[in-house]
């Protein structure tokens, strides 16, 4: 849930701008009998939901709002009709800058600038190339003109919205009217059903015209009122049929809305009249803003921010429930009523936040109204709906050839990896570590007592032994895995049974981060993990967006490593989680078998979902070394995806020069009869020192894809190493011949805190600059 600047702000951050969908998207839910027929013909607009970068994106669901036939182009005067879109968008900003200048906001506010920013990057989209230009002269041209226009009062404003005002009974809608308009045209009571008709109230606010559908109250959910609340519903909807509304408010009182879970029976009731797409124009009303607050669990009252935090979240949760989707966000706005309410200096109603609601209600409406104008004009379409997404994104055939061509480490039959198992075990140096003198370990105090100088040469000489003694220690590992093979090898051939070794002793795994919100009455050791040497682990996964907030753990994680049988060795691993909604599963399985004459051969399943298809990946590869230097790989593949398959071949071979350097290629392709991806790639490798104990590397790669006479080259590199002891430092990028690319540089330091510092500063001084930047646009304009 939000408020006014978070909600037109999140329309920013979802890359969105402006969009449109027809209300009757809500017949695609569960409502049968024609559900939207009451907006089948109004094109209703939302605020944010035009994905510019994919068009496919359904991540974000903000804001709809419903134009209706007495929407934009019906105010419009014939002569308008004439004017091209651009020019009516332009109008359009003229007096919505207008009136932003007679609700006393600065065209700085934020939320005033998102939807001019909003506004803007809707026309471009719909602009021509040779329009291009014109459409930011518009933009910027606009806030002059409104403010010459302002000053002679010429020409006359023209501007109207129709607002439908729901809600239970008695939680304020007939005040707001009557506060909206600084007059008593509805009737209110405080003690029984005040509006016992449907009625449409207009009046001018600031130059505005505004009519708001007054409704009946809905009465608190029970058998009994059920179908009283439906004839009430069911009228309302016949009432809007010929004209929609722009705008709906959802009615309730801030001091009662804890008050019984009835909200959500009113809720889904709504939901099965109007559709689940009402919900996309819906702004969430809260009366009575100047209650007193209830006390929180110290015994202190809670604070009015998250106290109002609390109430909202609940509202937009069971709309949530009432739609099925948990991305929907309703801006909210309050308002309090009471004739003895706290005023400002010019005598305008304020809430406990000191803000003015009537101008803050009144400028959510008109960007509301305008972003779906835009909509109109521009006719931009999406087609996002609510609810379970049902859409299927497969892959692309490049795609699945470019992750079939990734290189995949090989586990060994003893579970290691076999390239840092070679390069440990070519590594024929003495053990350093033995050869090093001993070393006395300081205590907290003695090393405080060092120097700066000192203490940075013990702690280097730490690091130095630390790192010699883990290589030690992987060194002695793989020794004792091979001895413990030749071992096997040995007493399975003299008396066919291996040896009875002592059981590995257990390992705790560490604790996992639980939910804030976990039940005190379960223990947390319910989730801890031993490691074994059964090769065996399996590990809740903690996801805390997931839909069960209360335990968080909607998943398993598998990994099992075992030997099969002599030289074969097979592995799983695997992760699958089950919601009310989804179901996921990512897993590899793969069995090994290492020839004693060189060869490792290998075949695999893969299974993967991808919304509600499967996508499975039978593999098979063949790895041969020759000499220690160059391995060879070649492999086959069959995917199989939405009722297709794919025939997968590839080849690839490596070559390293010494311990620290390797070249890579690889080449493949991915089709069937009809159609075939071909692709390939040559990488070299420099590997760190200390490399598989510190895993510094950096590394080049070429990727060439060509599919469908279309072909993308690109080039990327990685590097990951250590500016000093505790900071480590990773730089990436890629570009391709497409102009696409990105740089991404991550560096986590347990030394340098200031490193946190410089990213601050960067961060604000990016958001000053921005801030600087559009303040010029604005000037200009
Ligand atoms: N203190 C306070 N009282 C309010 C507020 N809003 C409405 N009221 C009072 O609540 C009572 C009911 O308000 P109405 O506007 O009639 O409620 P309604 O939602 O229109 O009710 P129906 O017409 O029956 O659907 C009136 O006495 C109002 O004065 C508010 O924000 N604060
Ligand atoms: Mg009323």
Same mark, same amino acid.
Request: glycine fraction near 6%; charged fraction near 25%; charge should be negative.
């Given at each position: 849930m939000m408020g006014v600047k978070d909600w037109v702000l999140s329309q920013l951050v979802s890359k969105s701008v402006v969009s449109t969908s027809q209300l009757s998207a809500g017949d695609r839910f569960s409502n049968n009998e024609s559900p939207?027929?009451? @907006? $089948?013909n109004r094109v209703s607009a939302d605020t944010s939901r035009l994905p510019i970068s994919n068009p496919e994106s359904q991540s974000d669901y903000p804001l709809e709002q419903v134009v209706g036939e007495n929407s934009f182009e019906s105010h419009c005067r014939i002569d308008e009709k004439l004017l091209d879109p651009l020019a009516k968008i332009e109008r359009l900003q003229i007096n919505f800058l207008r009136i932003v200048r007679r609700l006393r906001?600065?065209?700085?506010?934020?939320?005033?600038?998102?939807?001019?920013y909003r506004m803007h990057l809707a026309s471009l989209i719909r602009a021509g190339e040779s329009d291009l230009k014109r459409t930011n002269l518009r933009s910027d041209r606009a806030g002059k003109i409104a403010a010459e226009q302002e000053a002679s009062g010429l020409p006359e404003l023209d501007f109207s919205f129709r607002v439908l005002v729901l809600g239970k009974t008695g939680v304020g809608k007939s005040a707001t009217i009557n506060s909206i308009f600084n007059q008593s045209k509805a009737i209110t009571d405080a003690f029984q059903p005040a509006t016992d008709r449907i009625e449409e109230i207009g009046g001018m606010v600031n130059g505005m015209k505004i009519s708001f559908i007054d409704t009946p109250g809905l009465l608190p959910s029970s058998t009994s009122s059920f179908r009283r609340n439906r004839t009430i519903l069911c009228s309302v909807k016949r009432f809007i049929k010929k004209s929609p509304?722009?705008?709906?408010?959802? @009615?309730? /009182?801030?001091?009662?809305?804890?008050v019984g879970c009835g909200d959500f029976a009113l809720m889904k009731l709504i939901t099965e009249v109007f559709g689940s797409g009402i919900w996309f124009n819906t702004i969430l009303v809260m009366t009575h803003s100047f209650s007193a607050l209830p006390d929180g669990p110290n015994g202190y009252p809670l604070s009015y921010e998250s106290y109002v935090t609390q109430c909202t979240d609940l509202l937009q949760h069971y709309i949530h429930q009432a739609v099925s989707d948990s991305k929907l966000e309703n801006p909210v706005l309050f308002v309090e009523n009471h004739p003895h309410c706290k005023t400002d200096v010019t005598g305008e109603k304020i809430l406990p936040n000191g803000q003015v609601w009537k101008s803050q209600f009144l400028l959510l409406c008109l960007c509301a109204k305008v972003l779906g104008d835009v909509n109109t004009i521009l006719k931009l379409r999406d087609s996002?709906?609510? %609810?379970?997404?049902n859409t299927t994104r497969l892959p692309s055939l490049p795609h699945l050839l470019s992750? @079939?061509? /990734?290189? /995949?480490?090989?586990?060994?039959?003893?579970?290691?990896?076999?390239?840092?198992?070679?390069?440990?075990?070519?590594?024929?140096?003495?053990?350093?570590?033995?050869?090093l003198p001993p070393i006395r370990i300081l205590t907290k105090s003695e090393f405080e007592k060092l120097s700066k100088l000192q203490k940075k040469e013990y702690l280097d000489e730490l690091d130095y032994r630390e790192t010699l003694y883990m290589k030690k220690q992987l060194k002695e590992e793989s020794r004792r895995r091979r001895e413990s093979k030749f071992h096997k090898d040995g007493s399975l051939g003299a008396d066919g049974s291996s040896d009875n070794q002592e059981p590995a002793e257990a390992v705790q795994m560490p604790d996992m981060a639980v939910p804030p919100s976990f039940d005190s009455d379960c223990p947390l050791h319910r989730y801890r993990c031993l490691l074994t040497g059964d090769q065996w682990l399996a590990r809740p996964v903690l996801d805390p967006h997931g839909w069960d907030h209360d335990v968080g753990f909607d998943g398993v994680n598998l990994e099992i490593v075992t030997e099969l049988k002599h030289n074969m060795v097979a592995s799983v691993t695997g992760q699958l989680s089950k919601d009310k909604q989804d179901f996921n599963i990512q897993s590899e399985c793969t069995a090994v078998y290492v020839d004693p004459? %060189?060869?490792?051969? $290998?075949v695999g399943l893969d299974i993967q979902s991808s919304a509600k298809n499967l996508i499975y990946m039978v593999r098979s590869n063949a790895k041969v070394r020759h000499f220690k230097c160059n391995v060879t790989e070649c492999g086959v593949s069959v995917t199989s995806f939405g009722g297709k398959n794919y025939i997968g071949a590839k080849i690839e071979d490596s070559v390293s020069v010494g311990k620290r350097l390797k070249f890579s290629m690889s080449a493949g392709s991915m089709g069937n009869f009809r159609q075939a991806a071909y692709g390939g790639s040559l990488e070299a490798t420099l590997r760190g020192r200390d490399y598989p104990v510190r895993n510094e590397s950096s590394s080049v790669t070429l990727t060439v894809l060509s599919f469908k006479k279309d072909t993308v080259l690109g080039g990327s590199f990685q590097t990951d190493f250590r500016l000093s002891r505790g900071t480590g430092m990773s730089v990436s990028g890629n570009l391709n011949? /497409?102009?696409? %690319?990105?740089?991404?540089?991550?560096?986590?330091? $347990?030394?340098?805190?200031e490193i946190a510092l410089f990213a601050v500063v960067s961060i604000c001084r990016a958001l000053l600059r921005r801030r600087v930047n559009h303040r010029e646009t604005l000037e200009t304009g």
């Open positions: 939207n027929e009451e @907006f $089948s906001q600065s065209p700085d506010n934020l939320v005033v600038a998102k939807v001019l509304p722009d705008i709906v408010l959802y @009615f309730e /009182r801030l001091d009662l809305i804890n996002i709906e609510l %609810g379970p997404s992750s @079939f061509l /990734r290189h /995949r480490t090989v586990v060994g039959p003893s579970g290691e990896d076999t390239d840092a198992n070679v390069m440990l075990c070519s590594d024929i140096e003495e053990d350093e570590y033995d050869q004459k %060189g060869p490792t051969y $290998s011949s /497409r102009k696409m %690319g990105q740089v991404c540089v991550k560096t986590s330091s $347990s030394d340098h805190v």
